[in-house]
């Protein structure tokens, strides 16, 4: 289990708080529902398939109180985070309903929704018999809702390991050597510049920058603050060759020609790697790793990490958001019960006692009570900044992850081509250029499927 | 009968689900038959990766087969002279082979790390820079070690049962008649292995095709598709965007390449017979 600082902190501060005010009202609601539960579903059985995650530990820390309080039993499924679609669209295919909720992820939800794997929860939330009273659907971050759960109007999921990005900083080095954390993107790559080989072993930078998929996610950081796309998420468009997101891939290069020399190899736990073991000043990633770097076990930068959120660009300040769910099977048995389950671990009562297991804040009470804002100012601002950046790209009509269940193929030629530019292998205009067949026929593809 | 069902009918479903628009999470009620636009597809290079992960494959049976052929014939010729402790070398040669493929692929990535990996340890005492190893320069080069290190064992020791079976009296009537022993090797001792070579490099280049776990943990096929084998780009596809049509029109071209491989060993094997 990852045993984060952030999750000590929080323990800290609410099971004090807890012990000062005692049961509060919403508690009491969610008991006399949970009642109501127990009345209706006792000796039920939900089973979860789920992710190895900070946020699924702490539910199945919280499992005991729920199986207790609801007669409700849940018997836990993991697997790893890249098989856990695969294995969901293999049972909806075969019509195997042996699972009751899934741990679903944010940003497949066009590919989920296309497929109807998820049943719509808006019934369920809005069904006062079915949710418990002060369960404040809306608490939940914006950002978190909109990309991670909601769906053509419908919500498919309700997010408990949500994530955006920020940068985090090397606050000794910056001190230093009179160095102020990135506010632009000039900033940024400035900074990156500066730092590297600034001293022994010192890299700039670290990212995820795996050629393939997962440089297209990379590059996709950047595109909308330079106005740029690959494909156009409104009119479905190929614009990977448009001067805006040309200038985006120019910039992505230029900055990882500032990062470690095995950066093509970079997936997400290489790049917090690196930052943890002191090898780059800067780190842009995503905020539920955070943990990772002020963990003494995995990190050698304890106490010496600050955070910015995503710098802004000429058009703007815009940043990701990803991570987890729970959500109901459209094919599964007993959908009251699942839903108990989900609305259980998500309850604004519960919310402080799922992040002091050391699960993610989802909720915008938890994000911003003021004994953890007063606890690390700096991560709390770049918590609260790079949220809004996110919400910046959802409110342009954007997501990180295009809504489509074509997703993954457009990021995977994306990041193909794109690799070879960071190779050197073509330029990076040879690159965008190489992309744009496979690219229309995906477009015209998902053009075809909206008709 | 049974045992050729047992066969034939997965075969044979892989087959018809290659002729269909069969995407994983719909309904297989909603796949429709397209024939052999799949295969079209694949071969006309509208999709992009299958051309260049057939023709690695190509490369690495091909560049594989001829490295262990090559270690394995000169561990097969140490072997083959009367050695102490002969049953506990055997033992440690096959060591290679008990190792979990998956789990090779992640010891080796581990030894290959750019950071802590104990091969730059020693690269970097010696030249003073460290490699990165699993990079898109020298990925391939590193996957190859492994697939070597894993299968090389099984070439050795056929190749030492063939040398095994070679009758004496033929060595010993050419050296009486003062032939050298590298003449003896060339011109009797290889040409009486042939049946051996031939089989077991066709073996090889069938685990060539179908290896998968080493990669897959090591690289997962990249970075980018430097190492994309083709059985890794039939995972991908099925797996990674849910083109089970297209994911199944690859696995039949990959199972005919292995029935082809498979024809031509058991030919061999009649000859040598």
């Known amino acids: ?451 | 009968m049974p045992l050729m069902l047992l066969g034939v009918v997965p075969v044979t479903l892989l087959f018809y689900i290659s002729l269909t628009s069969f995407e994983i999470g719909y309904p297989w009620s909603k796949h429709e038959f397209v024939g052999l636009a799949n295969y079209y597809r694949l071969f006309s290079g509208r999709e992009t990766e299958f051309w260049p992960a057939l023709r690695l494959s190509i490369v690495v049976a091909t560049v594989s087969v001829v490295i262990k052929f090559l270690i394995g014939l000169g561990v097969a010729v140490l072997l083959n002279r009367k050695l102490k402790g002969e049953y506990l070398v055997v033992a440690m040669l096959l060591l290679p082979m008990a190792v979990n493929p998956a789990i090779a692929g992640l010891m080796w990535k581990l030894m290959f790390s750019f950071d802590f990996g104990i091969i730059n340890v020693l690269v970097e005492r010696v030249t003073g820079a460290k490699v990165v190893w699993l990079g898109q320069n020298y990925a391939l080069f590193s996957v190859l070690v492994v697939l070597v290190w894993m299968h090389f064992p099984l070439s050795a020791l056929m190749l030492l049962a063939g040398l095994r079976g070679i009758a004496p009296e033929p060595l010993e009537a050419a050296q009486l008649d003062g032939c050298s022993t590298r003449q003896v090797f060339w011109w009797i001792v290889l040409p009486q292995l042939k049946p051996v070579i031939v089989s077991s490099s066709l073996f090889q280049a069938i685990l060539a095709f179908q290896v998968f776990g080493p990669i897959y943990t090591m690289t997962d096929g990249g970075p980018g598709n430097a190492t994309e084998i083709l059985p890794i780009y039939i995972y991908k596809a099925a797996f990674g965007i849910g083109a089970m049509g297209i994911s199944a029109a690859a696995a039949i071209i990959l199972v005919s390449i292995i029935m082809a491989l498979t024809a031509a060993m058991m030919v061999a094997g009649r000859q040598k017979q």
């Open chain 1, 1 to 451: 289990m990852v045993k984060s600082a952030i999750a000590r902190l929080w323990l800290a501060v609410f099971g004090f708080a807890a012990l000062l005010t005692g049961p509060h009202a919403s508690a009491q609601s969610l008991e006399s529902w949970a009642a109501t539960v127990k009345a209706k579903h006792d000796g039920a059985t939900v089973r979860v398939l789920a992710i190895p995650h900070p946020s699924s530990e702490a539910m199945q820390a919280m499992t005991p109180g729920f199986e207790k309080a609801t007669g409700i039993k849940v018997v836990w499924e993991m697997v790893g985070s890249g098989d856990i679609v695969p294995k969901q669209m293999l049972a909806q295919t075969a019509g195997d309903a042996a699972y009751d909720a899934y741990m679903v992820r944010g940003v497949s939800l066009a590919e989920y929704a296309a497929k109807q794997v998820l049943a719509d929860l808006g019934p369920y939330l809005r069904n006062a018999a079915l949710t418990p009273a002060g369960y404040d659907y809306e608490d939940l971050a914006p950002a978190f809702r909109q990309g991670l759960g909601e769906q053509a109007g419908k919500v498919l999921g309700i997010p408990v390991a949500g994530e955006s990005f920020f940068i985090s900083y090397r606050k000794d080095l910056f001190e230093k050597y009179g160095k102020k954390p990135p506010e632009t993107l000039d900033d940024l790559l400035a900074l990156a510049k500066f730092f590297q080989n600034k001293e022994p072993g010192l890299y700039g930078i670290s990212m995820r920058a795996e050629t393939g998929r997962t440089l297209a996610l990379t590059w996709d950081l950047f595109t909308p603050a330079f106005g740029g796309a690959i494909l156009d998420q409104k009119t479905w468009d190929v614009k990977i060759t448009s001067p805006e997101t040309l200038a985006s891939l120019k910039y992505l290069l230029e900055l990882l020609t500032n990062a470690p020399p095995d950066i093509e190899t970079y997936t997400w736990d290489a790049a917090v790697s690196a930052f943890a073991a002191g090898k780059t000043a800067m780190w842009f990633d995503a905020t539920s790793l955070q943990p990772w770097i002020v963990d003494p076990t995995k990190s050698k930068v304890v106490g010496k990490v600050a955070y910015a959120p995503p710098p802004k660009g000429p058009k703007g300040q815009f940043g990701p958001v990803g991570g987890w769910s729970l959500g109901i099977p459209s094919i599964a048995k007993n959908k009251e019960a699942s839903w108990a389950f989900i609305a259980w671990m998500t309850a604004k009562a519960n919310a402080k006692e799922m992040v002091a297991k050391g699960g993610v804040p989802s909720r915008l009470s938890v994000l911003n009570d003021p004994a953890f804002v007063a606890q690390d100012p700096s991560l709390a601002a770049a918590l609260k900044g790079s949220l809004e950046a996110a919400g910046n790209l959802l409110a342009i009509g954007r997501r990180w992850v295009p809504a489509t269940p074509e997703a993954t193929r457009i990021h995977r030629v994306a990041g193909t081509f794109g690799g070879q530019a960071l190779l050197k292998k073509m330029t990076p205009e040879a690159a965008v250029a190489a992309a744009v067949p496979e690219l229309t026929e995906i477009s015209e593809k998902i053009k075809k499927s909206l008709q």
